[in-house]
């Protein structure tokens, strides 16, 4: 069933659609831009679902309850949502999640301005514990860049929930939220293939304290034990992504390949190749491929 800006007269009316179709399984909503209901999907029998409200607006009552056991893929785009709460969901399940709605307290929403996620995740700290939680269970996810930010400023008022069951990770970020990830990792245990998606907005590298952050002061344990495959999309061409990918070479015990792209300036290029000859792998199974 897809369901694009259509209007309902009330928010029981969106509800009781879904209920009374017993044998529905893919549902995608698309929101109108002005509509600040709260949108609730129960159903047992669902198995995808995607979700899409993006809207220049702000609205406080805005918000998505999810509650389907057999939900087995998720995928949302949301930059309204205050809440957005998921009861139950299948443990093979796959998310691709761009969600902003919890840090957005004005219309600028740039994702690169740490000050609004500060202050947003604090205002939406018990709506975006729930969040957490609710897909905690998840096999699979991927995440936009506002989303990597709204989960790391969310973990310095508490411990990010341990995500466990799940084993293929994708995240883009942007050259400065790269201090964030060694410690991001520790809250996946069982990892083994992350995804790294690179967004170089600006052309300049970030400044030597924040590479100097870029390090496992205790090693995530998904290195030591299940980690086995890192694809960096982005050409690698900045001091911080080379310290990144030292770390990882380093601290990863059962990798088993790691993909590259490289800068294109020949210059460039040769002395990044000249650097990872020189690095010490932990993994002797450990291949480099460079594209």
Same mark, same amino acid.
């Given at each position: #069933?897809?369901? @694009?800006?259509? %209007?309902?007269?009330? %928010? ?9 179709? /017993? ?27 995607? =979700? %899409?409200?993006?809207? /220049? ?19 949302? +785009? ?28 004005? @219309? ?28 905690? #269970? ?9 989303? =990597?930010?709204? #989960?790391?400023?969310?973990? +310095?008022? %508490?411990?990010?929930? &341990? ?14 939220? =790269? ?9 996946? /245990? ?16 970030? /400044?030597?304290?924040?590479?100097? &952050? ?18 960096? +999309?982005?050409?690698? &061409? ?35 190749? +000249? ?17």
């Amino acid at each position: #069933m897809y369901l @694009e800006y259509i %209007e309902f007269p009330n %928010e029981a009316t969106f509800e009781t659609l879904v209920l009374c179709s /017993p044998v529905l399984e893919w549902l995608k909503v698309v929101v109108a831009s002005d509509d600040e209901n709260v949108f609730r999907v129960h159903s047992r029998s669902l198995k995808r679902l995607t =979700f %899409e409200r993006v809207s /220049p607006l702000l609205f406080d009552s805005a918000g998505v309850v999810i509650d389907a056991p057999r939900l087995c893929v998720l995928t949302i +785009k949301d930059n309204v949502s205050k809440s957005f709460i998921i009861h139950n969901l299948a443990s093979n399940a796959v998310l691709e999640m761009s969600l902003l709605g919890f840090v957005r307290l004005e @219309e600028i929403d740039d994702e690169f301005f740490d000050h609004i996620y500060e202050e947003g995740v604090s205002w939406s700290r018990s709506n975006i514990h729930k969040f957490l939680h609710g897909i905690s #269970m998840a096999k699979t996810m991927k995440i936009s860049r506002g989303t =990597f930010k709204l #989960m790391c400023h969310y973990s +310095k008022l %508490e411990p990010l929930p &341990q995500f466990g069951n799940m084993s293929y990770l994708d995240i883009t970020l942007c050259l400065h939220d =790269f201090k964030w990830l060694p410690a991001f990792l520790e809250s996946f /245990p069982n990892l083994e293939y992350l995804v790294l998606v690179c967004d170089h907005r600006t052309h300049d590298d970030v /400044p030597s304290e924040d590479v100097e &952050q870029v390090s496992f002061s205790s090693v995530p344990e998904c290195l030591l034990s299940s980690l086995e495959y890192v694809d960096l +999309k982005a050409p690698v &061409q900045y001091d911080v992504e080379m310290k990144l990918v030292k770390c990882l070479l380093k601290n990863s015990a059962v990798l088993e390949k790691l993909i590259l792209r490289l800068a294109s300036s020949n210059s460039r290029r040769d002395d990044m190749l +000249k650097k990872l000859l020189k690095i010490r792998r932990a993994s002797t199974k450990c291949k480099v491929v460079i594209l």
